[in-house]
């Protein structure tokens, strides 16, 4: 089926979706999560597993916006609900959850679930009810491919970034010997693919790989294989735990003339902080900030009233959460008071040239359902990530 047919069927199949959980009907007909006062949406995260650093910071960026937009009064008199559910980096628990959000809480949309293997498992059935995937919180290409109605991401994908991240170190920094280490799941095969094709393009071949399991604990021997080879540019298909034990075990092998890489999943300020991680970069979407940063007013003034609301200070995460419920309320905005599904998803595909308060820019389309489109270069210094480079272009 063709991605145009799909389209046509997902959504007559989303406009005869039931009654709202109240039963009242908006636009002139029954939208699933749409009554005259609410609109109700939903996310399946983590709260306290293995990938809290990203699922507290996210939701709270939302609840900030939404916050926000309730106190004036919501949009086209709306107030929005923010149901949250915690799956704690669990499958069975993510399905769960999703259910509940579908069947009982009846949201209109998911909004920043978290996770790739979370969100493979739910987005079947999140589709067949005729809810759109709006912004997950994992770079995987399945948030967006193959194009699909009820998919949006806002965030890079692993792949571009990687691509990005090899090219750019072999154009403009001199590297030759490309070689990668990943986790030998999913996402790590994502980042060798990635490797692989963009070192295919430039007429490079790849100096060596390295695979390991995500609890694995021990590098020597990885680490060993790797600088044999002669390897002058490692990319990275790691996240936080064994992103740190890598480079740990290189500084204490002494091997630094070498540069690693690493995309937005190894982005965190735990990494920044582990001793041997100074020197590390990665491509994300959207470099954080820190407190002593100089900040234009409206930035302070968000950075201010996280700190007040949620007594802690912004990550990437609460950047990314803010600006995912600032797209997904301008979205609302053009599609005017009589909210339906497939105006709501015309006016999001319409947002094409938007830049968020931080100064990153996102654009959608029809046939263009990823909104990030350029990379920004950080670096690990002194237990920091600064920003060397921005609007890397994939």
């Not at 991605?3 to 979706?17: E, Y």
């Amino acid at each position: 089926m063709t991605v145009r047919w799909l389209v046509v069927v997902v959504l007559a199949l989303a406009g005869c979706g039931g009654e709202s959980p109240s039963g009242n009907a908006a636009g002139g007909g029954s939208v699933r999560g749409v009554s005259d006062g609410e609109i109700v949406v939903g996310t399946h995260t983590d709260l306290v597993g293995a990938t809290a650093i990203w699922g507290v910071g996210s939701v709270n960026g939302a609840r900030m916006r939404f916050d926000e937009l309730n106190a004036a009064g919501g949009v086209h008199g709306r107030r929005v609900r923010f149901v949250v559910e915690d799956a704690q980096y669990q499958v069975p628990r993510a399905v769960q959850a999703a259910n509940k959000l579908i069947n009982r809480d009846g949201i209109f949309a998911m909004l920043l679930a978290v996770g790739t293997p979370m969100n493979n498992a739910v987005m079947t059935q999140q589709f067949e009810a005729g809810v759109p995937n709006i912004f997950p919180v994992t770079g995987a290409r399945s948030m967006v491919e193959p194009l699909h109605p009820l998919k949006f991401t806002q965030r890079g994908i692993y792949y571009d970034e990687i691509r990005a991240a090899v090219k750019y170190f072999v154009e403009e920094r001199g590297r030759q010997a490309v070689c990668a280490i990943y986790q030998d799941t999913e996402y790590g095969q994502e980042i060798l693919e990635a490797v692989q094709d963009q070192v295919a393009a430039m007429n490079l071949s790849i100096a060596e790989t390295s695979a390991h399991h995500p609890t694995q604990t021990e590098f020597t021997a990885a680490i060993l294989r790797l600088r044999r080879a002669g390897c002058d540019l490692v990319l990275m298909g790691t996240v936080h735990r064994d992103t740190i034990l890598v480079l740990d075990a290189a500084r204490k092998m002494g091997w630094t003339d070498v540069d690693w890489v690493g995309n937005n999943a190894t982005y965190a300020q735990a990494i920044a902080d582990a001793e041997a991680a100074d020197g590390y970069y990665a491509f994300v979407h959207m470099a954080r900030l820190y407190a002593d940063d100089d900040m234009p007013a409206p930035v302070r003034t968000w950075w201010d009233g996280y700190v007040a609301a949620y007594r802690q200070e912004p990550d990437l995460a609460a950047m990314e959460g803010y600006r995912a419920a600032d797209v997904f309320v301008l979205a609302l905005e053009r599609a005017g008071r009589d909210l339906t599904l497939q105006g709501f998803l015309a006016a999001l595909e319409g947002i094409d040239d938007y830049t968020d308060l931080f100064g990153y820019r996102l654009s959608f389309g029809p046939d263009k359902h990823s909104g990030a489109s350029e990379s920004v270069l950080s670096q690990v210094q002194n237990r920091r990530w600064v920003e060397l480079e921005q609007s890397i272009t994939y």
